[in-house]
């Protein structure tokens, strides 16, 4: 009887093991399963996404190419006509409202419009387009609207976030020596401005590099420079172009960094142009302002013939391309210079 009983236990101790066995190969085989499942998942969500970059680039160089071939229309009298298209096409009530304020003040304005046909570029296009479930979406910019970085001298930069931006003077004053020592070649520092070893006493993590800036976004690492004045600033600033301030289209900001221009006479230029007057040079410029404003103008003599232009002459097309319910997004910037017949790029880049 005990030997029935000890053949019993073995015999149940023999099947327990089995069935443990085979429960652990059942979890062994599901988490195989669940593996290969989860990678061929994320295969098949890497090609995906890779589908989707390819067709949001796509996007972005058609969205540039069609702003490119609008500003050639545009230098070939079409200027207008282009305004209206885009106004008719615009996607939804508030672009057209916005557009259509804009279009009714163009129409008082007394400058001939065939003189400068980029004026107001982003008029020009339709500003969003699909292409089955692929989209893209452009914002146009005259260069001259913005203060170049790494072309502004240390008094056009002290105007710039002292008139424009409204730091305290001598804040601005700091940041126009830091960024000034940031770009020059040599290490020493300016009395308010920083080199290396300032940097390092500070503990800074980002040291100056001694160069040009390479992106606006630099800028947040120079001394002095907080996030609440970047957020200000950045919108205002580039990085393209010769460094010429568009008198016709930069805003008040931009405006104030103009040798000779003070707050006076940056309200008056901004009244000429609600008002539809758009001077075509400079002494058209000095009829219309006060006299002051145009002594004060003579008296920087060539530096403000040199920083300043009336008309559009490059272009920077930024493209945001994406597809319907994906997760990637690309984006272009194409800067465009006008040439004789057309409008010739001069710079590409996508991320």
Do not use: H, K
């Given at each position: 009887m005990a030997g029935v009983v000890a053949a019993r236990g073995v015999t149940v101790g023999r099947g327990g093991f089995a069935l443990v066995a085979a429960l652990w190969l059942l979890v062994a085989l599901g988490s195989v399963g669940l593996h290969v499942a989860l990678e061929s998942r994320a295969r098949?969500?890497?090609?995906?996404?890779?589908?989707?970059?390819?067709?949001?680039?796509a996007a972005v160089t058609a969205g540039a190419e069609y702003a490119r071939s609008r500003l050639t229309a545009a230098m070939l009298g079409r200027a207008e006509e282009l305004r209206a298209e885009a106004l008719s096409r615009a996607r939804t009530t508030r672009q057209q409202?916005?557009?259509?304020?804009?279009?009714?003040?163009?129409?008082?304005?007394s400058s001939n419009p065939l003189e400068d046909p980029w004026r107001e570029p982003q008029e020009l296009v339709v500003p969003e387009m699909t292409f089955g479930d692929a989209r893209y979406a452009l914002l146009l910019r005259d260069v001259g609207s913005a203060l170049n970085l790494n072309a502004a001298d240390e008094s056009m930069l002290r105007q710039f976030f002292a008139q424009g931006i409204g730091l305290d003077y001598a804040v601005a004053d700091q940041l126009a020596?830091?960024?000034?020592?940031?770009?020059d070649e040599d290490d020493l520092p300016r009395i308010n401005g920083g080199e290396r070893d300032e940097y390092l006493e500070e503990g800074a993590?980002?040291?100056?590099?001694?160069?040009?800036?390479?992106?606006?976004?630099?800028?947040r690492h120079v001394r002095g420079m907080t996030p609440e004045i970047y957020v200000r600033a950045a919108p205002h600033l580039t990085l393209i172009g010769g460094g010429r301030i568009n008198l016709n289209s930069a805003p008040e900001?931009?405006?104030?960094?103009?040798?000779?221009?003070?707050?006076?006479?940056?309200?008056?230029?901004?009244?000429?142009?609600?008002?539809?007057?758009?001077?075509?040079?400079?002494?058209?410029?000095?009829?219309?302002?006060?006299?002051?404003?145009?002594?004060a103008i003579a008296i920087q003599g060539r530096e403000f013939t040199?920083?300043?232009?009336?008309?559009?002459?490059?272009?920077?097309?930024?493209?945001?391309?994406?597809?319907?319910?994906?997760?990637?997004?690309?984006?272009?910037?194409?800067?465009?210079?006008?040439?004789?017949?057309?409008?010739?790029?001069?710079?590409?880049?996508?991320?």
């Open positions: 098949r969500q890497a090609a995906a996404n890779l589908l989707d970059e390819v067709r949001a680039r409202a916005a557009v259509q304020r804009q279009s009714v003040r163009n129409l008082f304005r020596q830091a960024i000034l020592d940031w770009r993590l980002v040291l100056p590099p001694n160069r040009d800036f390479v992106d606006v976004d630099e800028l900001p931009v405006l104030s960094a103009v040798p000779g221009l003070d707050r006076g006479a940056v309200a008056a230029i901004l009244r000429l142009r609600e008002s539809g007057q758009l001077p075509r040079s400079q002494r058209e410029l000095v009829a219309l302002l006060p006299s002051a404003t145009g002594q040199t920083r300043t232009t009336y008309t559009t002459d490059q272009v920077e097309i930024l493209a945001q391309g994406w597809v319907d319910g994906g997760v990637v997004q690309v984006m272009s910037r194409v800067v465009v210079s006008r040439g004789r017949t057309e409008a010739t790029v001069v710079w590409r880049e996508i991320f």
